[in-house]
């Protein structure tokens, strides 16, 4: 299944494109779970992750969200 993990800001908003207002995006790759999907996105990010797929940045203040293709299709 395809990951993405969705750029959001230090109170927990959405960081949003500003020409096209979709969500800031990065992909992450196939992976067989989410959990594999969320162990690869901290480890590209240099993040951690805080509770189920909640991910923050290590760098700075803020983080992301790791999602499949089927829950960013909702968002």
């Known amino acids: 299944m395809k990951f993405v993990a969705i750029k959001i800001c230090p109170n927990g908003g959405t960081i949003r494109e500003p020409k096209t207002n979709e969500p800031q ?3 992450i790759g196939e992976h067989d779970s989410k959990a594999d999907a969320i162990e690869n996105a ?3 990010l240099d ?3 805080l ?3 909640v991910i923050r940045s290590l ?3 803020g983080g992301y969200i790791v999602l499949d293709m089927q829950e960013y299709a909702e968002v």
């Open 25 to 27: 995006t990065v992909e």
């Open 42 to 44: 901290c480890y590209l």
């Open 51 to 53: 509770f189920r797929g």
């Open 59 to 61: 760098k700075n203040a």
């Open 47 to 49: 993040c951690r992750q």
